[in-house]
């Protein structure tokens, strides 16, 4: 519904020049006084109107009795009072001509049906208006760049962010405020807050284009419940990875009880998490599962190195926090390159009780030699094959007499001339010292766990923002597909077309034509019964394997139609003749719709991968190689396909090359698609490329139910 | 070494009247100055003597020019002077008499060769006279309780500790002092902290064992590098577990680099670290991954409220950070149970607008209502089926007006009657506020995942302490097993002898037997060649499976005698006939002896479960059935064995029984056997047991190559 507006249509809401409270309370505790005393208490220079029909002065400002009397349409109105006098508020602000409305309040499609009608009701006259709204149901917003907190988060007592290169966008206001709070802790200035509550209009999708369009953001927090269009969503995601900006993205209900309680929690869909977890990566959006993570991920980008690749140095104090940060960068991914020769002599030059491989263990006696240290870190930081650098000091910057002042003019002498890398201080300090290192872009950590996971999420989005997106591939015509049950015969044909190798078949109905088939394939052939409603064949033994010769042949022939005729209700269309194809690697290559991002291609291994191990990974439709490579690489199997010494490896390029033709094939043919199955699709070795030995396509919207079976949902996509 | 001297010997060291400081400084910002600066800072009532040779008057006390001028034998002699000079100070202190030695000075084993030397000669003296002695280059230790800072941690120049319930035990002083530090910032009291460093004489096992025995410590924070003797360790653990004592350890070197780099930090071994993560957990100790969660943890369960299972309640007051609380609860195994209908129509009584499932979101409003707040606080913690909570507050403890007491008042109020289930409060709030909740048994933490991952640990912890040790078995008498290479012939005996089933057998030398005999087990059979030397018999074809008939057994068997004359060096002995046993679940279990802990054994499924996904289990030998239950769930294709609805499932009691039997066997023979391997085990559906299909022991040291082959190491041990 509002796909088609542009963004900058927030930017009254969020730059406003002047504000109306209406409902604002004298009460600057009350959440209907809230927004009047941190806008004031922040400074914010535009015109500010309270309006309340009981009181000419609002904590000390003049007031409106009503909103009629207001001296001009002010940019933004907020409206705080009882869900039951919305309505008629909102109609008064439209008739003054506001450019937008935060509306606080609850009691509207999150608590039922009557809300539901209300919230449409306000809606309307929105639209009507051509009104931003946001929530109802909301926290507001923030600008701290100009003071503006229309907004009633309560961690405000406490502090005010200082404006930086962050936004926040939220769906929940409670989320919103706390890491909002814990970033301004952690001196992370965050210019802007949006927290959208039921979005009757203004959705999450146009919360984080809008973010995504500032020039003075680099960073936004997103926080997720569920959301409504899955194309709106990737298109601001796509939006945000053109424009730079680092998407760090906390998504709750993964869970089975949590998936639960979202839906009783907000009117949005959750989506399938399994799903959202793909489409996220895909796009380049970073997922945190922690809060922590979301705000030392944050953290790190915000000051705006992100390492060139996955290669770390690691230098400290003390052996086994060396030897922590070795263990968890393995477990996040990040490489630790062993270091060139000329760096560990120069190294052994400084510190000659060092142990100079990666991580580099100066030991404690380096607090004694600080120039040493500052020495060993501008070597590490020279090295090519590093990109980034981790150091660990510990408890030494909590040292009186001293020593604390030197390590800082160290440190700072040491990472001078490093301007490019990210460099992470691992170490207890109080706040001020972590601030002097802050100001000379050093990151300081407390936990090294959790330096190295900031690390890997800003090496990851680095990667991703290097990845190509999908906007270069171009949909083929959609193909004509019968709103039937298909056969596997015709799932075969639609393939093909689609660009994919299918085995060999022909569909004969004489035993004599069988024959004839099964010559010119060569012996050992398959044969299969030919029914559309016959579509896990398997089941009732509609497939007979490896078929050495004519004799087999037709008692195979005679079998067959034998077993399709017992099955009532199914009409046989004939029998599948196919050449037994080399063995290889069985993959399968899926297509299910989801209800948010609609077409999502599926792939896994064969066997127990799939069927026990859940061992799968999914993409939207469509993409190209280079994602479904990206894609091939995340399943625990890829073990199988890569080979090992005196293991054959198999061909990933032309498996990649299939998921991709079949990603823009679902893609054209969304809507006539429902499901799509090759399983097995055979992978051989590298350069022989890969073939589908069965394939089922379920159709249209009016699917009817197989014989005997519930509609065919593939296995593979649970 | 030092595995016979009674525990006890280290309380002169931990519990000191008297303590000599040679080397002390007038200085007491230097390392040889801060532990008498510490110790009079901290009050230490017991009687002080610096020892320095070129003052009278060290940091205002008297102090003394040599050791034997001392006017009585210290408890303690703390020794802080350079690596050269330790030993003639060690000898006087024999001389003098002192108890134990606290030696910080470095440059001894961890340096090389000379170093080494120099150690052994300081513990020579101290093994003769009788000295405790801990390090070299240790940090050393304290008893907050008395005042005693035997060390020269430089973060307690921030802070002492408070003592309390808490005990770290570490072997790096850097990681000792750190967390220490940090658990002191988190208000979690600490008597002792134990150092081992270069461990000559006080090791790990020592240390813990002593802390273990203290009646005033309920958890032990645990670091460990590399430990020396596996006996050792398990003993101090199981010690432990029996004295109730909670072990939080962290071990790193999990990774490839890292374990490389902790055998050139310490002289310890790092022992494979899937071993030491299935031992920890054997034998209930919780291991933790990075430092926040070894300080969460113990903070934890300091409080002394384990919770009796891992069923959880969740109240909140914002249905995002309810789903955040579920989801985190799923990955950490705990459990969300329904709420009964009583309960949540009681609740709906109380907040007629609450989401009453589990969550239980009683969203924003609640903090207007708080009294319902505390009432629905209460409901929930009188449910039966709940034996934790977590409760969401967020920002509202950061509220100005008087909001943030009357939460407190609240929860005081909900919380007042439970006195035995553990409640964690999540929520941002300062020090002073988070105090006053701790004092009334309530644990706070500000990130909801921590939280969760806490009460997921400690609810192991609780299961641990009800799990049986392995105390209770009983080894057998060790078998006689000749030191040679066997057949499976010879493997297969042994294991029935062991109580393990295995198909049956018979090793034939004739055509004609070979006929009688799978004329008694019935076709169709499978023959093997029979050959000590032929431990790989499948790589040169010398099984052949299926056989039908006595024509196909005639070619089967003249084929094997032709494919094994085939091989030089190979003495074959005969032939194996067994019959084809009924299909189930290849499963592995396997025996290898790891150079720390001994006899281990392995447990996975078959084929890439094993091969390619490394999804294996392990444990220390012996153990019962209980521990074996608990280790075939661990693998992740336990879904397998279990079943699904539809599909069968197989007999884990009888594979649990098989583990243990295989452990007992391998403890009772653990100077014998190298390795085992039971390739496949094959389990069958619940009732009917399972059976060994083929086996290969290595037995003894003087192991003989395989022919054309490498020494064989079980494939599956890798």
Redesign the interface.
């Known amino acids: 519904m509002t796909q088609n507006r542009h963004i900058s249509s927030l930017d009254r809401m969020l730059n406003p020049q002047s504000v109306a409270i209406i409902g604002a309370s004298d009460d600057g505790?009350r959440l209907s006084g809230r927004p009047l005393r941190y806008i004031r208490k922040a400074g914010y220079a535009g015109r500010i109107y309270p309006v309340n029909p009981k009181r000419d002065v609002v904590q000390g400002l003049r007031s409106y009795r009503s909103i009629a009397e207001l001296p001009e349409a002010p940019d933004v109105a907020i409206i705080t009072i009882s869900s039951k006098l919305v309505l008629t508020a909102v109609s008064e602000c439209a008739e003054v001509g506001v450019g937008a409305i935060i509306l606080f309040s609850?009691g509207f499609a999150e608590?039922g049906e009557e809300g539901r009608i209300e919230q449409q009701k306000i809606l309307g006259i929105c639209h009507e208006r051509g009104i931003r709204l946001l929530g109802p149901n909301c926290l507001g917003v923030f600008n701290s760049k100009i003071g503006f907190f229309g907004t009633f988060?309560?961690?405000l007592?406490?502090s005010f962010p200082r404006s930086g290169n962050v936004a926040i966008v939220s769906?929940?206001?409670?989320?919103g405020?706390?890491v909002s709070?814990?970033m301004t802790l952690r001196g992370v200035g965050i210019s802007y807050l949006i927290t959208t509550g039921n979005e009757a209009d203004v959705s999450l999708d146009d919360a984080l284009s809008w973010a995504a369009s500032q020039a003075d953001i680099d960073v936004i927090a997103l926080?997720v419940?569920g959301i409504r269009s899955g194309n709106g969503f990737v298109e601001a995601m796509e939006l945000a990875r053109r424009n730079k900006k680092r998407v760090v993205c906390?998504k709750?209900?993964?869970?089975?009880?949590?998936?639960?309680?979202?839906s009783?929690?907000?009117a949005a869909l959750a989506g399938d998490d399994a799903i959202f977890d793909c489409v996220l990566r895909q796009y380049g959006t970073h997922r945190v599962?922690?809060?922590?993570e979301m705000v030392d991920v944050t953290y790190a980008c915000a000051m705006g190195r992100l390492p060139k690749s996955r290669r770390m140095g690691v230098i400290t104090?003390?052996?086994?926090?060396?030897?922590?940060i070795?263990?968890?960068?393995?477990?996040s991914g990040l490489e630790?390159p062993a270091l060139g020769k000329d760096v560990q002599e120069n190294l052994l030059k400084i510190l000659p009780?060092a142990?100079v491989?990666?991580?580099v263990?100066c030991t404690?006696?380096a607090v004694n030699e600080l120039h040493a240290l500052a020495g060993a870190m501008k070597l590490l930081l020279s090295e090519e094959s590093i990109d980034g650098l981790f150091c660990y000091f510990?408890?030494?910057p909590?040292?009186?007499?001293g020593?604390s002042k030197a390590l800082r003019s160290a440190v700072l002498e040491g990472t001078r001339e490093c301007h490019d890398k990210p460099i992470i201080l691992c170490m207890?300090a109080d706040q001020q010292e972590l601030r002097s290192y802050e100001e000379a872009h050093l990151l300081v950590f407390?936990?090294?766990?959790?330096a190295v996971t900031a690390m890997a999420a800003m090496a990851k989005l680095k990667e991703s923002e290097q990845a190509r997106d999908s906007a270069g591939l171009t949909l083929a015509k959609p193909l004509e597909i019968p709103r039937r049950p298909l056969s596997e015969y015709e799932a075969s044909r639609i393939l093909l077309e689609a660009g994919v190798p299918v085995v060999a078949q022909t569909c004969v109905a004489t035993k004599i034509d069988c024959i004839d088939a099964a010559k010119r394939f060569g012996f050992p052939v398959v044969l299969k019964l030919v029914s559309a409603q016959l579509q896990h064949k398997s089941k009732i033994g509609g497939v007979i394997l490896n078929i050495g010769d004519v004799a087999a042949l037709t008692k195979a022939y005679d079998e067959l139609w034998r077993r399709g005729s017992a099955v009532s209700d199914a009409t046989i269309d004939g029998i599948l003749v196919m050449p037994m194809a080399p063995p290889g690697i069985e993959t399968i290559i899926g297509v299910i719709r989801d209800p948010i991002f609609g077409p999502t291609v599926m792939f896994g291994l064969g066997?127990?991968?799939v069927e026990?191990?859940r061992d799968i990974t999914l993409r939207r439709a469509p993409f190209g190689e280079e994602e479904a490579n990206r894609m091939i690489r995340e399943i625990?199997?890829y073990?199988?396909l890569e080979g090992t010494p005196g293991k054959a490896s198999y061909d990933v390029t032309a498996l990649a090359n299939v998921l991709s033709r079949v990603s823009v094939f679902a893609a054209a043919n969304a809507d006539q698609i429902q499901s799509l199955d090759i399983n097995p699709f055979v992978v051989w070795e590298v350069g022989k490329g890969g073939i589908a030995l069965d394939a089922l396509i379920v159709s249209g919207k009016n699917m009817t139910s197989e014989v005997g079976q519930v509609v065919p949902i593939p296995e593979t996509a649970a």
């Open positions: 505790s609850s608590s988060a309560t961690s007592d406490r769906q929940s206001g409670a989320f405020q706390h709070y814990l926080y419940e906390m709750v209900g993964s869970s089975a009880t949590g998936s639960h309680a979202v009783s929690h907000t599962r922690t809060i922590e104090l003390s052996g086994g926090f060396g030897i922590h070795c263990d968890m960068a393995e477990i630790l009780y142990s491989s990666n991580p263990d404690g006696q510990g408890t030494v909590l040292t009186e007499a020593i207890l407390e936990d090294p766990a959790r066997g127990v991968f026990s191990l625990a199997g073990r199988l």
